[in-house]
């Protein structure tokens, strides 16, 4: 969340009141707005890595003192003590590096698993701060924070009219078209909203679909015939990006200045040799649309002669591409199923003609 928008508040509720959840909560450090002491944990090599309270409600406190994974492989440790765990970070912190590492850690995924990155507004001066108008190349946090998102809480909503709600919730729309947004006065809501989401399950993943059709009209959709299938293909797509310069003549797109989604769908089926070369060269190689900067994406994919339906969830540079379990109808009282492709990009700079025109390039799709 950005700054003063009620994340310490919200903290506080976490770890005071009895709400019968054993929840972990991590921050970067103890500040003055969380009244509590504890005692020192010295590690094994006499090294101060981690400040721990277990406080009356079962909740457990603790601060970084060192790396955020060492903090984490200590708290699994005590996993009998919680069955959640809080990372707050801070009002500027850029959430990418955090899910990459939790989402993508395999020996930190067989304990823990990212459950859903949680974003907190202040309702009141939020559209101020999306509109704050940066220097050329500099981000908008605030933008990017709503980017990330898979759960949104518009916290002071009291603080607003129901038309100035109606707006914020339109732009927030704009930039993020997957997270759920719910309403709260000071940062108390029902911890249900934000616990167990599974935002990165691969069932969850299939509501990309509805999603999509969904999204808001500067989307650019593209709704022709289209194919997607899921077999079982388990990829993490670990590579690098390079900042490339404009190259000249790029494509202007109208909306370079701000955050936002768009989405493409194409139709036909594609390989799965095809569909990593694509993300390859939009995500490492930066050939697609050098300008632009991803921050997630999901989508939903077909494959030539495969009965079942993939799910491509990326944060960043990082992709994943998994067999959903769920099949294409391929006849019945319905008839067949038509297969397809959609993908929702969420980023700086995108252009969903450019992207549907490397789609059709490099996915070989019939």
Same mark, same amino acid.
């Given at each position: ?47 101060? &890595?981690? %400040?721990?309270?277990? =406080? @009356?409600?079962?909740? *457990? ?5 060192? $790396?955020?994974?060492?903090? !984490? ?109 719910? &309403?709260? %006065?000071?940062?108390? =809501? @029902?911890?249900?909203? *934000? ?5 990165? $399950?691969?069932?969850?993943? !299939? ?160």
């Amino acid at each position: 969340g950005f700054l003063g928008s009620g994340k310490t508040t919200l903290v506080n509720y976490v770890l005071t009141h009895h709400h019968g959840k054993r929840i972990a909560v991590i921050q970067n450090e103890f500040g003055d707005e969380i009244k509590l002491e504890g005692a020192m944990v010295v590690g094994a090599e006499g090294d101060q &890595r981690h %400040e721990w309270l277990e =406080l @009356p409600n079962g909740c *457990i406190c603790c601060s970084v003192k060192d $790396d955020l994974v060492l903090t !984490l492989e200590a708290l699994v440790e005590r996993r009998d003590s919680f069955d959640y765990v809080f990372i707050e970070t801070t009002g500027l912190a850029d959430p990418g590096p955090l899910i990459n590492s939790l989402w993508l850690d395999e020996d930190l995924e067989a304990s823990l698993y990212l459950d859903a990155v949680v974003t907190i507004v202040d309702s009141k001066y939020f559209l101020m701060a999306l509109a704050e108008e940066k220097e050329e190349g500099a981000i908008n946090e605030a933008q990017r924070q709503v980017a990330f998102a898979d759960v949104l809480i518009a916290n002071k909503s009291d603080l607003v009219t129901n038309a100035e709600f109606k707006l914020l919730e339109e732009r927030v729309r704009d930039i993020n078209v997957f997270a759920p947004i719910y &309403r709260s %006065e000071f940062s108390v =809501l @029902p911890l249900e909203h *934000i616990l167990d989401v599974a935002a990165f $399950d691969i069932k969850n993943a !299939l509501n990309v679909d509805a999603t999509i059709d969904s999204a808001p009209a500067d989307a650019d959709c593209d709704h022709t015939h289209c194919d997607h299938d899921h077999a079982h293909s388990h990829d993490h797509g670990h590579g690098h990006s390079h900042a490339s310069p404009s190259p000249a003549g790029a494509k202007a797109n109208p909306h370079d200045s701000r955050i936002h989604t768009v989405s493409v769908r194409v139709e036909g089926s594609t390989d799965m040799a095809s569909l990593k070369q694509w993300f390859a060269a939009l995500l490492w190689d930066q050939d697609v649309l050098p300008t632009c900067t991803m921050y997630r994406l999901k989508g939903i994919a077909s494959l030539h002669g495969d009965p079942n339906k993939y799910i491509i969830q990326g944060v960043r540079e990082n992709f994943d591409i998994q067999a959903s379990g769920e099949q294409w109808r391929d006849g019945g009282k319905e008839g067949a199923e038509e297969r397809y492709i959609k993908l929702v990009f969420i980023g700086k700079g995108l252009d969903a003609d450019v992207f549907r025109k490397a789609m059709t390039k490099i996915l070989k799709l019939r």
